[in-house]
């Protein structure tokens, strides 16, 4: 059943209502589907939330997933961003903790290299912000995993918003 | 503006939409509405014995009349007892709408007294479910609950209604539109799709119809008998599917899958084309996926999106509501040259029919072969077990015969309130309940409802003191350990090695007694007939005939579970 397993993405306009999340992952949990990330936010109109879903899945199993969230009353519309542009990022935190002098050169490195802020500062810790994919999120938690021994990771899933231009991510 | 209360509000809903019944049992957050209903006479309310009873009674009111079945059941135990019907509902389409009482809006989340999460628990086994939050929201709730459950793929729709939000004022209106963004449900049929289809159809050499129970739910059984023969093309169904077209007709071959018929299973097999309505390829009639209809090119007509190549790949999608499809199918069909393979079917039909090899002296198809004999108009509800396999094996159903289980699910305990609830849904129309042993144990309780309604059900009760059905796949698969099926086993058929049992377990003849209801007990074969005449003047209330039938008796065809066509048991 493994064809094609991958990652991924599909944008759901919901109603902005009191279970409807819960009938999201319910709908994962319940039929054994993965359910990746998930995040969720109101949108322009205050009755409408949009959620930004990653799923590893097959061919199949991810076309039963949009059916069945289309078979949902409070789900109003299912984008897959499998085949067109999109805008999508997510946000990093990682704090590093029990830095020496050195390690916090190396950090400010990686902070340039990989364009992210470092927003807090103390005696022996720093605290770093990454704004990007959810890939190259991946790819700093295991570089960073490798180079420091004291990290606390909090990452938000990604959000994401078909593009203008044809540009993608 | 005048200003009614929520209670006010959900009555005067229930008449706007035409709820003629409702299965209800009172409780501390309900009582309000129970008050408002004693006040009207225009809602009849049935005070059924159980929750669980309730729910199945609305369920087949449902099937048996194309209503919306409604239920009001009280917060916590009251609405708990409903998830297995709900469940039972989802999995066999059927539209209801279930109020449940909740605390007031002050007291969720607090542990209060009855208080449960019941939106959160039937999440996945209702079409739609919402808790009440504010009073201004029930007039459109209430419309779009009763829309929900009967449109699109019919179903369960589940109300909570805060005690605190019914007491308040609000509007008395009761909104006539609906509109739900994310709810459209599909109506018209693809034309080209369907032309298509037709079109493989025609050019097909062993063209296959497979009827399941979509056929039935959207009432489309005359225009699909009449495509059936005007196709001149063989017809089997699923167990839901029965009755798709006359059990009599020529063109029909039976059942397929698990308990289906050898030649039914023979012609999915070999059909180059299987032209399927309403179904979703369960995995108790596909058996092994692979083996499934190895030869044939699949079109696939369902209501659900969802339950298209889900389980098998389909080549031709189409989706469309049964009824609508039909229609829309008549305008095109054309006779197809089926002579050849109708004699194939005919073939194996002969080779292999469906039969009972005798095993006692009272067999249960002794037992339907009468009831078909002499009802010419009936519905049949049956529970879950080998007796359903029997009857949706037997049963003949007609234009005037129709016959309702819990097919999806495999409910127990469906059967005997499934009779009531049709009964009071169709009291000018024979209702006869098959059950078994075990199931009739799971509601038994409804003897009180059904005689107080005056309910002339007639309940067959095929008593072979187990549980017949996994006892079955004991014998088959499990070298003889009837572990857990004999109703008879316990402590003191240990100690006594089985010689100091009471003679029934329960007494069913006198149980019904004991509830005003008349009870037979039939052994022999030529006492079946006398059993059915006496029942049949029994206007008023139930009768209860009770089947001594041999535990040896089996299901036969059977394909094991997973299995496939060639490892086929028939009769031994």
């Known amino acids: 059943m493994d064809n094609n397993l991958k990652k991924r993405w599909i944008s759901l306009y919901v109603e902005n209502q009191v279970g409807v999340l819960s009938k999201i992952s319910g709908l994962f949990s319940g039929k054994s589907y993965n359910l990746d990330s998930l995040t969720v936010g109101t949108t322009e109109d205050p009755t409408i939330s949009r959620m930004t879903i990653a799923t590893v899945s097959d061919d199949e199993t991810f076309e039963q997933i949009k059916k069945q969230l289309n078979r949902l009353v409070e789900v109003i519309k299912v984008i897959d961003f499998t085949d067109i542009f999109v805008r999508m990022k997510e946000i990093l935190y990682i704090k590093v903790r029990k830095c020496t002098q050195e390690d916090k050169v190396e950090l400010f490195q990686i902070a340039e ?57 | 503006m005048r200003q009614i209360s929520g209670n006010k509000l959900l009555v005067k809903a229930l008449k706007e939409e035409g709820v003629d019944t409702l299965f209800g049992y009172p409780g501390a957050c309900t009582i309000d509405i129970s008050d408002e209903l004693y006040k009207q006479d225009d809602i009849r309310v049935i005070l059924p014995r159980h929750e669980q009873a309730l729910v199945h009674e609305a369920d087949a009111y449902a099937r048996t009349t194309g209503k919306v079945g409604v239920c009001l059941v009280t917060s916590g135990p009251g609405a708990t007892n409903l998830v ?60 779009e609950a009763f829309y929900i459950a009967r449109t699109g793929k019919p179903g369960p729709v589940l109300i909570d209604l805060p005690k605190d939000v019914m007491a308040e004022l609000g509007s008395a209106e009761y909104p006539s539109e609906v509109n739900i963004r994310g709810y459209k449900p599909n109506t018209n049929v693809h034309i080209g799709q369907l032309k298509k289809a037709i079109k493989m159809l025609n050019k097909a050499e062993r063209p296959l119809f497979l009827a399941g129970g979509g056929v039935n739910i959207a009432r489309a059984n005359d225009i699909f008998t009449k495509i059936v023969e005007k196709t001149n093309i063989p017809v089997i169904t699923t167990v839901m599917g029965r009755g798709a077209i006359p059990t009599n007709h020529p063109l029909y071959i039976g059942n397929l899958g698990m308990h289906g018929a050898y030649a039914a299973n023979m012609a999915v097999s070999e059909c180059d084309l299987l032209f399927s309505i309403g179904t979703r ?53 054309e006779p197809c040259h089926t002579e ?25 198809k002794d037992i339907i072969d009468e009831i078909n004999r002499q009802f010419d108009e009936a519905i049949v509800v049956t529970d879950v077990g080998q007796h359903q396999m029997f009857a949706a094996q037997y049963v003949e159903i007609t234009e005037k015969k129709q016959i309702i289980m819990s097919g999806g699910l495999g409910t127990m305990g469906y059967g005997f309130p499934g009779a009531v609830g049709a009964k009071l849904g169709n009291p000018d129309t024979p209702v006869i309940a098959i059950s078994g042993d075990g199931g009739m144990q799971m509601n038994i309780q409804e003897f009180a409802t059904a005689v107080l309604e005056e309910l002339p059900v007639i309940l067959c009760v095929f008593n072979n003191t187990y549980l017949g059905m996994v006892r079955q796949w004991q014998k088959l698969f499990y070298g003889k350990r009837y572990g857990m099926t004999n109703l008879r086993s316990g402590a003191l058929f240990r100690r006594t090695e089985g010689k100091e049992m009471p003679e029934y377990t ?37 009768t209860l005939i009770e089947f001594i039938i041999d535990p040896e008796e089996m299901v036969y065809p059977m394909i094991q579970p997973d299995g496939t066509l060639e490892e086929m048991i028939m009769d031994c």
């Not at chain 2, 939106?119 to 209430?142: A, H, M």
């Not at chain 2, 499934?292 to 999608?317: E, M, W, Y």
Request: aromatic share 6%; glycine share 6%.
């Open chain 2, 506 to 542: 329960p007494d069913f003849v006198k149980l019904a007694e004991s509830y005003g209801a008349k009870g037979i007990r039939v052994t022999k074969k030529d006492e079946i007939a006398g059993a059915f005449e006496e029942a049949k003047k029994n206007t008023k209330v139930p």
């Open chain 2, 84 to 143: 297995t019907g709900l469940a039972t509902a989802n999995y066999d389409s059927v539209p209801l709408v279930c109020f449940t009482g909740q605390v007031a809006r002050h007291l969720i989340g607090n542990d209060a007294f009855q208080e449960v999460d019941i939106v959160g628990i039937t999440r996945s086994i209702t079409k739609y479910g919402v808790t009440v939050r504010n009073r201004e929201d029930l007039g459109r709730i209430i419309k």
């Open chain 2, 281 to 333: 390829f369960n995995d108790r009639i596909t058996g092994k996926l692979h083996a499934f209809a190895p030869k044939a090119q699949i079109v696939h007509i369902d209501i659900d999106t969802a339950a298209i190549s889900r389980n098998i790949h389909v080549d031709i999608p189409i989706v469309a509501d049964a009824r609508e499809a039909v229609l829309k199918m008549q305008e095109y069909v």
């Open chain 2, 340 to 364: 050849k393979w109708l004699g194939q079917v005919n073939a194996w039909q002969a080779e292999h029919p469906l039969m009972m090899k005798k095993h006692a002296e009272m067999g249960p």
């Open chain 1, 113 to 169: 290299t990989f364009k992210a802020r470092v927003i807090d500062y103390g005696k022996d810790s720093l605290l770093l912000e990454f704004v990007q994919t959810a890939a190259k999120n991946d790819a700093v938690i295991k570089l960073m995993k490798e180079e420091f021994k004291n990290i606390e990771v909090v990452r938000g899933g990604s959000v994401g918003i078909e593009s203008i231009s044809m540009m993608e991510r």
